[in-house]
C-alpha cells in the first residue's frame, strides 16, 4: 500500500481526506498534527481520538511551539515584521511552520506521497505545496479538495456513505487560534465594507479601566512582563495574551495580495504580537543608529512579503535574519505599556544603551558636544551640492 502523510486538523477536509484516501484509493494515511501553540491537551487528544475512529494507520502530534518561535517569531519581533504596516502575519507564518513539519514527518517514515486539505482559493494551498517540494521533493502531493473542487455539502455526503456522521455545521466565523495571533474569517471579510461584530471575536472584552505594565527585553527578545521573569520567551508571549486580550486589544482588519494574485480581507485579534512589535519597536528607536532603523525596516518589510508567500525555505531567508540578529546586542532595556480597552500606549523605555544620554545634551536645550561654529560649517558643507545645483540651473534659465 501507498504510504501517504496528511496534514490532519480534525475538520470537515481532512475528515474527508482520510477516508478518500483510504478507503477509495487503498493507500495506507499517516495523520500529522501541528501543534504551533493554538491548541489545548484537550483538543489534541479529541483530535488523535477522531483519526483513529476514521481509520489512519497512525496518527502523530508534532508540538513545535517553540521551534516556531526560535525560527520564525523571533524574527519577526526583531524586524517589527507587520504586513502592510498591520498583520502580524499571524496564520501566514504558522501555515509554514505546519507544512514544515508535515514534510518532515513525512520523510521520516519514508512516506512515497503527502497529503493536505486546502481549496484552490487560498493561500494555504501554496504554502504547503511548495514546502512539500521543498523538503520531500521527490513525494507525490496529494490535494482531494482542490483537485475535485468539492462543496462542503459533497463532502458530507461522502462521509455519510462511510458511516461518519458527525455535526459538520459551518460556524458563523472561521477561527484560526496560534501563539502569534488569532485570525477571522466570516460574511463581512468578503467585502470590501463591512466590519467584523464584537461577537465574532472568540476572547471578548472583560477588562475596563487602565491598567500599567512593564515589558522587559534582553538582546531584542520578550522575557519579562508585569514584573515576572521568564527565560523562554514563549511562556512571556503567552502571559502577555493572558492580560492584553481581556481590554479586546489588537483587533483590527487586513487587507492583503494573496499569493495567487486576488486581494484578500481578514479580521484578526493580536494583542500580544502587536503589543510586543511595537514596544521592541520603540525601544530599537532609542537604540539604534538611524542607518541601522534604516537598513531594518527595507529588510524587514521584504522578509515578511517572502514569508507570506511561503518563500521561508530560501536560503536567503537565513541571511535576512543573521542581519536581524546583528542588529539586536543592544536592545536590551524596559517598556512602559499602558492597557485600556481597544487600546495601548507606549509611555516610554529605560536602557543603559539609550542613545537619548544626557552626557552629550539635551535635544533643543543643551549640547555637550560640538558648537555653534561646528554646526554653521556642517551646515554649509551639507548643503553645498544643492546650493551649487540651483544656482547653476538659475544662471542656465536665464540664457
Known sequence: ????????????????????????????VHSVLVDTGGFSDEEIADIEKKAYELGVKSHHTSRVADKYYQDCIKYLVFGNVLKNNTYPLSVSAERIFQAVAVAEYAKSIDATAIAHGSTGAGNDQVRFDMAFRTIVPNAEIITPIRDM????????????????????????????????????????????????????????????GEKEIKLSFVKGELKGVDGETFENPVDA???????????GIGRDMHVGDTIIGIKGRVGFEAAAPLITIKA?????KHVLTKWQQYWKQNQAEWYGIQLHEGQFNDPVMRDMEAFFESTQAHVTGDVRVKLAPYRF????????????????GSYGEMNNAWSGDDVRGFSKIASNQVMIYETVKERANKK
Not at 460556524?171 to 468578503?190: D, F, M
Not at 508571549?237 to 481590554?247: E, Q
Not at 521592541?280 to 530599537?284: M, V
Open 1 to 28: 500500500m501507498k504510504k501517504v502523510v496528511l496534514a490532519y486538523s480534525g475538520g470537515l477536509d481532512t475528515s474527508f481526506c482520510v477516508k478518500y484516501l483510504g478507503e477509495e484509493k487503498g493507500m495506507e
Open 149 to 208: 473542487k468539492l462543496s462542503r455539502e459533497a463532502e458530507i455526503d461522502f462521509l455519510k456513505s462511510k458511516g461518519v456522521v458527525r455535526e459538520w455545521h459551518k460556524s458563523t466565523y472561521s477561527i484560526n487560534q496560534g501563539l502569534w495571533g488569532t485570525s477571522v474569517g466570516g460574511k463581512e471579510t468578503l467585502n470590501s465594507y463591512d466590519n467584523l461584530p464584537e461577537s465574532a471575536f472568540p476572547n471578548p472584552r472583560t477588562e475596563s
Open 237 to 247: 508571549i503567552r502571559k502577555l495574551h493572558l492580560l492584553a486580550t481581556p481590554y
Open 280 to 284: 521592541h519597536h520603540l525601544l530599537e
Open 345 to 360: 500606549e507606549l509611555l516610554g523605555i529605560k536602557s543603559d544603551y539609550d542613545l537619548m544620554s544626557d552626557v552629550f
